[in-house]
């Protein structure tokens, strides 16, 4: 499989550069940019309003709700994935994105047991979006076209507000068999120095459910709360994967130049209209539209969760749910979902994969 980089997992070359990535999360000018970036969003007066903001919202719901419609139906009836009416209609206006998001590692090339973060080529993530008014049910989540796979060259989550990293998307639009075929199992490769090399297959470390929340400072939030492993350990606290977390997420201008080692080498392929709503700023909060294309780049800043679930005044005045509500109840219903199906090993349901060909959900290294 190709990765944003524009080349093959299984080229050391390739994971040589992928690892250069790095470099980008030390370069103050880039994460002062962003931090400026989301800051001239809120207080530009060019801003766009909030109902043209309403109606991406209302696009991309429409998006994964047409998706649920066309495949999910083919699941012969076991789809946990339910409509509700009075959920849509509860759901706070903030919340632009929700669903179940995965999280991953991979060994570095020849590492057969992974002590330490060290150890790591790579960590990734999943966002599995899901219809705004759907709530969980019993069973494996019926597989869409709708995945978006992400890269962390740091290999860690930002753990407090001065951790700043970027991530990029290395696969848009796809499903969890093309994930399943092409990036989760592992392979080899040979080399004219060192013979025969072995790529481990990834390392599910987490599951939950997410939100990608915009409050009222027009910011954007990744919100998650974990459901998988039922209780958290060493690896977990290592890579910055909490019981419940939150960043401050923007998306990168593709069009501003910036530092090399913070930059990909291929761009994404946005709509002008989508390059224009940048305005000439660096950075730009995030719309979930922007995140269906591979390469997009993206900051992850850490913060306090209380931060990204603050509901909006005009929901509190109407008396709708909370972010943090709604949250809750996704993560009670997956909950129980994982607890109905095999517990920890539900995250192998959920990704089609057997257990027997891959670790174990693990807490220590």
């Given at each position: 499989m190709k990765d944003a980089s524009g080349s093959d997992h299984t080229d050391e070359k390739a994971h040589k550069s992928e690892e250069n990535v790095e470099a980008r999360n030390e370069d103050q000018d880039a994460e002062e940019d962003a931090k400026n970036g989301q800051e001239n969003t809120a207080s530009d007066k060019h801003n766009a309003s909030d109902d043209a903001t309403k109606n991406d919202i209302s696009k991309d719901n429409a998006k994964v709700e047409d998706a649920?419609?066309?495949?999910?139906?083919?699941?012969?009836?076991?789809?946990?994935?339910?409509?509700?009416?009075?959920?849509?209609?509860?759901?706070?206006?903030?919340?632009?994105?929700?669903?179940l998001i995965y999280f991953f590692t991979r060994n570095r090339v020849g590492i057969d047991d992974a002590d330490s973060v060290g150890d790591l080529q790579r960590t990734f993530f999943v966002l599995r979006p899901l219809p705004t008014g759907a709530k969980l049910g019993d069973g494996a989540i019926p597989d869409m076209k709708n995945n978006r796979l992400f890269a962390l060259p740091k290999k860690t989550f930002p753990k407090s507000h001065n951790d700043r990293f970027m991530a990029f998307v290395e696969k848009a639009n796809t499903t969890?068999?093309?994930?399943?075929?092409?990036?989760?199992k592992?392979?080899?490769?040979e080399t004219k120095t060192q013979g025969t090399r072995q790529v481990d297959p990834v390392t599910p470390v987490a599951e939950g459910v997410y939100a990608i929340t915009r409050t009222e400072d027009k910011t954007t939030h990744l919100?998650?709360?974990?459901?998988?492993?039922?209780d958290l350990g060493e690896m977990q606290e290592d890579l910055g994967i909490k019981d419940q977390g939150s960043f401050i997420v923007s998306v990168k201008n593709p069009e501003r130049s910036g530092p090399a080692a913070a930059s990909l080498p291929q761009k994404p392929d946005f709509s002008k209209e989508i390059i224009e709503e940048f305005r000439g700023l660096a950075w730009s909060e995030v719309k979930p539209?922007?995140?269906d294309y591979e390469y997009?780049?993206?900051?992850?800043?850490?913060?306090?969760?209380?931060?990204?679930?603050?509901?909006t005044t005009k929901d509190k005045k109407h008396h709708k749910e909370t972010p943090q509500e709604e949250l809750e109840k996704l993560e009670h219903e997956d909950e129980l979902?994982?607890?109905?199906?095999?517990?920890?090993?539900?995250?192998?349901?959920?990704?089609?994969?057997?257990?027997?060909?891959?670790?174990?959900?693990?807490t220590t290294w």
């Open positions: 649920t419609t066309t495949e999910a139906d083919t699941t012969n009836g076991d789809n946990p994935v339910e409509e509700s009416s009075q959920r849509k209609k509860d759901m706070p206006s903030n919340i632009l994105e929700k669903g969890i068999q093309d994930l399943k075929d092409n990036f989760f592992g392979s080899k490769y919100v998650y709360s974990t459901t998988i492993p039922s539209k922007y995140l997009c780049q993206i900051l992850l800043i850490g913060e306090h969760l209380e931060k990204g679930i603050e509901p979902r994982v607890e109905h199906l095999h517990g920890d090993d539900s995250v192998f349901d959920d990704l089609k994969i057997s257990k027997k060909d891959y670790p174990k959900v693990p």
